[in-house]
């Protein structure tokens, strides 16, 4: 019987002494950065507010925004979407923003000249590309750029003025000699979006996006890439915190975030290159 009592005893000393070693090792575990899951409170009751170009919408909405708010499940992300251009003008004129995510650097020099960007944190970050896209149902013979000259009907394409993507598609049209053929056949969109949905739903021919944006539905096809000598301006997309953000640490969080390779590996999930 007092073998019995010893035995017990001994077991129940090992099964702590299991849970125990669990314990540490768990935490261990987490305090080097091993478990992606581990959540963080330090963000609890705050807000971040972030202007990003419209290309980048499905990315963050349908990934990487609840992503970052489960590991900071007291925070909550505000995003505006909005062509690059667009939105430079809301932040110069007041837009409460924390973060800017732009489809080009043009957009965000400008608001590092006027002294509203906090420049430490500006990072060359996302690549994409230029496409040539037709509705997925189209038996158009269009086959290149060059193609655009007969065209009869609609080229959609961002209005060059505010959208980085019709800058882009402008850059190409000019660059290929095919500007003056085409422009009269224009339909300017508020953003890349729309150009997508214009040719999505059959009201252009075709249009020019970024290859992520063809990606994001069936309902286009892309036809080619712009030419590699026809496009002299990288697609590069330019992330920065705001210099007076609401919040500095809230933001450097979430730009902290962004550079993980979980939030890297989604970006290159939905089309991008990542910028080395």
């Known amino acids: 019987?007092?073998?019995?009592?010893?035995?017990?005893?001994?077991?129940?000393?090992l099964i702590v002494a299991v849970v125990s070693i669990g314990s540490v090792s768990a935490g261990l575990f987490d305090f080097l950065g091993g478990n992606s899951n581990a959540t963080d409170n330090s963000l609890d009751g705050k807000e971040i507010n972030l202007a990003a170009a419209a290309s980048l919408k499905?990315?963050?909405?349908?990934?990487?925004?609840?992503?970052?708010?489960?590991?900071?499940?007291?925070?909550?992300?505000?995003?505006?979407?909005?062509?690059?251009?667009?939105?430079?003008?809301?932040?110069?004129?007041?837009?409460?923003?924390?973060?800017?995510?732009?489809?080009a650097n043009k957009q965000m020099n400008a608001l590092v000249?006027?002294?509203?960007?906090?420049?430490?944190?500006?990072?060359?970050?996302?690549?994409?590309?230029v496409v040539l896209i037709v509705p997925a149902d189209s038996n158009s013979n269009i086959s290149s750029f060059d193609d655009l000259k007969n065209v009869k009907g609609n080229i959609a394409i961002g209005d060059p003025e505010s959208v980085p993507a019709g800058q882009y598609a402008k850059e190409v049209l000019n660059n290929t000699g095919i500007?003056?053929?085409?422009?009269?056949?224009?339909?300017l969109g508020t953003?890349?979006?729309?150009?997508?949905?214009?040719v999505a739903q059959g009201s252009a021919e075709c249009g020019i996006v970024y290859a992520t944006d063809?990606?994001?539905t069936g309902d286009v096809k892309v036809i080619c890439e712009a030419p590699q000598d026809a496009?002299?301006?990288?697609?590069?997309?330019?992330?920065?915190?705001?210099?007076?953000?609401?919040?500095?640490?809230?933001?450097?969080?979430?730009?902290?975030?962004?550079?993980?390779?979980?939030?890297?590996?989604?970006?290159?999930?939905?089309?991008?290159?990542?910028?080395e």
């Open 58 to 103: 499905n990315v963050f909405d349908d990934k990487l925004i609840p992503m970052f708010q489960q590991k900071y499940p007291g925070v909550k992300v505000t995003p505006t979407y909005a062509s690059s251009g667009d939105l430079q003008t809301q932040i110069e004129n007041g837009l409460e923003t924390d973060v800017f995510m732009s489809a």
């Open 1 to 13: 019987m007092k073998s019995n009592k010893i035995v017990i005893i001994a077991l129940i000393a």
């Open 179 to 187: 500007w003056s053929d085409v422009e009269s056949k224009l339909s």
């Open 113 to 129: 000249e006027k002294d509203l960007i906090d420049n430490k944190t500006n990072l060359q970050f996302l690549e994409n590309k």
């Open 191 to 198: 953003d890349v979006t729309a150009v997508l949905n214009q």
């Open 231 to 275: 496009l002299k301006t990288p697609v590069i997309y330019p992330v920065a915190a705001i210099k007076d953000a609401k919040d500095a640490d809230a933001a450097q969080k979430f730009l902290d975030f962004l550079q993980t390779k979980e939030a890297k590996d989604i970006f290159v999930e939905y089309g991008f290159t990542i910028h």
């Open 214 to 216: 063809a990606k994001s």
